[in-house]
């Protein structure tokens, strides 16, 4: 069976800091890859999805980037972070074929103070 | 672009029955899709309707029709434990994307 996995599980950092949030899917090969941030109250927003090695597209313009360095594992970067940048981050996975349900990981819940 | 309505709060008694709708107006259609979301937890997969019609698993249904732009999610026999925010999300057609709305806030009620 497949599985996803997120760290780390909560972060707290200081403005101005870097960011690395890390995404792992175990159990399939060549997996569609997002990124999505949930700020409080708000919906599901897209940043990054990947459709392989080193291929990504970006939705929201801001200062987060993301990597694909190998094939079953997804980043999220940032080199200074914003008080904006809070929130709840989840990655998630889908088949290359079939009716792309997507399947979150446990997510990340980012503080900046 | 993509626009989804769901509303954003909603109270049952537990034991009831509740329809939670959701509206879509989209560049193409390949699917919509319902996740249940408990605070503080990830989003995890109910169900998926890509032809009109009801689809049904176990305490959960899900209903389509492409030319009103219209879904629902009905849950019946309610239990505390549904208590969560629903997303109603919409791939368009040829994308890899999913669209969200903001959800619905469940409460179960005694």
């Known amino acids: 069976s497949q599985t996803i996995h997120q760290w780390p599980a909560t972060l707290v950092q200081p403005v101005g800091s870097p960011l690395s949030l890390e995404c792992t899917v175990e159990?399939?090969?060549?997996?569609?890859l997002y990124w999505y941030r949930q700020a409080a109250g708000r919906g599901l927003q897209l940043l990054f999805y990947s459709v392989g090695i080193g291929q990504i597209s970006s939705e929201v313009p801001q200062n987060l980037s993301a990597s694909r360095p190998q094939d079953r594992q997804f980043i999220l970067s940032s080199k200074k972070l914003l008080l904006s940048d809070s929130g709840f981050y989840l990655c998630?996975?889908?088949?290359?074929?079939?009716?792309?349900?997507?399947?979150f990981g446990p997510g990340t819940r980012l503080t900046v103070l | 672009g993509q626009n989804i309505d769901q509303p954003t709060e909603m109270t049952a008694t537990e034991g009831a029955i509740v329809q939670i709708n959701c509206t879509y107006q989209?560049?193409?259609?390949?699917?919509l899709f319902w996740y249940q979301q408990h605070a503080g937890e990830a989003p995890t997969f109910l169900s998926y309707n890509v032809l009109d019609g009801l689809e049904e698993k176990g305490r959960f249904s899900s209903f389509l029709s492409r030319s009103k732009g219209y879904s629902y999610l009905l849950l019946k026999e309610l239990q505390m434990k549904d208590s969560a925010s629903y997303l109603c999300?919409?791939?368009?057609?040829?994308?890899?994307?999913?669209?969200f709305g903001k959800g619905t806030k469940l409460s179960v009620i005694p």
């Open positions: 998630a996975w889908t088949r290359t074929s079939g009716t792309d349900t997507q399947y």
């Open positions: 989209t560049s193409g259609f390949n699917g």
């Open positions: 999300a919409v791939k368009g057609a040829g994308s890899y994307q999913l669209t």
């Open positions: 159990g399939t090969s060549n997996p569609n």
